[in-house]
């Protein structure tokens, strides 16, 4: 861990929660108690509100003494927009436009209104190749209200993350989460609950749930908590479920349960009623290694504080220094080098340049003799033939032997082609259909190209087209029998006779 000390800060709706790390098992926690909730003030009101919780921050840190060079913070899952989606393998620098069209259809705002960022994760599925895709934003406005009461209160701040990528990190240096697993994170509070899906320490899936009496009927404590209880389990049966249609070749094999304190009956209720076996249950004293530390969110504030010191496949960051760092120029690196170390070197190379350059005259000298030799054999036939137009002759007759060869009494690719015109979208039409022949021992299989066009008034739709072709191709039988991969390889937007069309490429191998 790092010598200088650092602080996390959890943004909850009644206070600050904060954790300062002074080394290894050793935590201050303290609650700062500023109540700012953006969802439940004016907006005309919000520059006077976001003034006056940077000044209560602002005092409560030097009242208590707090300073760091850098402050971490983790912002409540409510202001965070988590999406996971699939999309078909493409090159790199297609990515971004595949995530900003598939983004758009999962969420109810522009992204010129969003911070985001994205996770890219390869998999293969019937030896398919598909990218899947963490999409994390948050909104503009939003993110600015948060970051001028940090200003307001004069922090540094390094890093601002979501709370559950936080969360995260603190479960993985408590060694709670494998890098391989799936597990489902549950944290219990006391009407509420919240379920966030990873796989290799991923956010997959966040979903949060209320947990209710139901009103008018009277209870004791006990069947009042048995009632929340089943409530709870349920919820966390329905994310499962809804998780496992979403993607059927991820499930959860472990539960890590979160709470205040141990639970173990909860935890014996969702052995049984969830039929998991592995179901692990932390408090966020043992966690954090604090005693008093006896609500869970400070769990995320510390893994804010110890930002940078955790290796994750995903880091969120959507500080101002976060782009800074991003924007820094690589420093130049001067050369240096031993003159005598390098003098018998170079003596040697000069050596062989002058051999190489002596070789090349003496074969210079053999060709011309037997250029010269071969116009006495040839005598004045070709004499008027000048080498340009030889070649042309040359390349005329290397064509047609190449068609004559190509001509097959019966097509063996007739069937693929008799299957293509339905799986076409309106809007989508073919400018080429190649077929080339690979090597794999005795059998030369087949390999087809196929690129075309689609169009739609929709400028967006036009890329649902595309990949209902593609979906189209691997569901056919014809084409899944014949060809392990059914990839797109690129899309492109391009202007066509004044209209904007997508041109594509597929490849079957």
């Not at 943004?11 to 050793?26: A, F, K, P, Q």
């Not at 699939?86 to 900003?100: F, R, S």
């Amino acid at each position: 861990m790092s010598n200088y000390k650092q602080i996390g800060l959890y943004w909850g709706e009644r206070s600050i929660l904060c954790v300062e790390v002074l080394g290894h098992d050793n935590t201050r926690i303290l609650s700062i108690p500023v109540e700012f909730n953006p969802d439940k003030i004016m907006p005309p009101q919000l520059p006077a509100a976001a003034n006056k919780a940077g000044e209560v921050l602002k005092n409560f840190l030097a009242n208590n003494r707090i300073q760091a060079d850098d402050f971490n913070v983790a912002l409540p899952s409510k202001d965070i927009i988590f999406r996971t989606f699939v999309i078909p393998w493409m090159p790199a620098n297609e990515i971004k436009g595949a995530v900003d069209f598939e983004a758009g259809k999962y969420i109810p705002f522009s992204l010129e209104e969003l911070r985001y960022s994205y996770h890219v994760v390869q998999q293969t599925e019937d030896s398919v190749k598909r990218l899947r895709i963490i999409f994390v934003a948050i909104r503009n406005d939003t993110l600015e209200t948060y970051k001028n009461i940090l200003g307001n209160a004069a922090l540094n701040v390094k890093s601002i993350e979501p709370a559950q990528v936080a969360l995260i990190r603190t479960l993985t240096m408590n060694n709670a989460i494998g890098e391989s697993e799936v597990g489902a994170i549950v944290e219990q509070q006391d009407t509420s609950g919240k379920i966030t899906i990873v796989h290799n320490r991923v956010p997959l899936f966040v979903r949060e749930f209320q947990v209710r009496l139901p009103s008018g009927t009277p209870m004791n404590p006990a069947q009042a908590e048995a009632n929340k209880q089943n409530q709870f389990v349920n919820e966390i049966r329905i994310s499962l479920d809804y998780f496992a249609r979403q993607d059927s070749a991820l499930a959860a094999n472990k539960i890590i349960l979160i709470s205040d304190t141990l639970n173990h009956s909860l935890v014996d209720q969702i052995r049984a009623d969830l039929n998991v076996a592995d179901v692990l249950a932390l408090s966020s004293k043992q966690l954090i290694g604090n005693k008093d530390a006896i609500n869970i969110n400070y769990i995320a504030a510390f893994g804010a504080a110890v930002f940078g010191e955790v290796d994750l496949d995903l880091n969120i960051n959507f500080s101002d220094a976060a782009k800074r760092s991003r924007g820094r120029k690589r420093k130049k690196t001067a050369i240096s080098f031993n003159v005598k170390a390098v003098l018998p070197a170079l003596l040697i190379s000069i050596g062989l340049v002058g051999g190489i350059l002596y070789y090349t005259q003496s074969k210079l000298s053999q060709t011309r003799a037997e250029i010269a030799q071969l116009k006495t054999e040839l005598g004045d036939k070709f004499v008027d033939m000048d080498t340009e137009t030889i070649e042309m002759q040359n390349a005329k007759v290397i064509r047609k032997q190449k068609n004559y060869e190509e001509v097959r009494i019966e097509s063996a690719i007739a069937h693929f082609m008799q299957e293509i015109p339905p799986l076409l979208p309106d809007g989508a039409w073919l400018d080429e259909f190649r077929v080339s022949y690979k090597e794999t021992g005795f059998i030369d299989k087949p390999v087809i190209s196929i690129n075309g066009y689609v169009y739609d008034e929709v400028k967006n739709e036009q890329f649902r087209l595309v990949y209902r072709l593609q979906k189209g191709l691997q569901e056919s039988p014809v084409f899944s029998e014949a060809f392990e991969n059914i990839d797109l390889l690129t899309t492109e937007t391009q202007q066509l006779e004044g209209f904007d069309v997508t041109y594509f490429k597929l490849r079957c191998e």
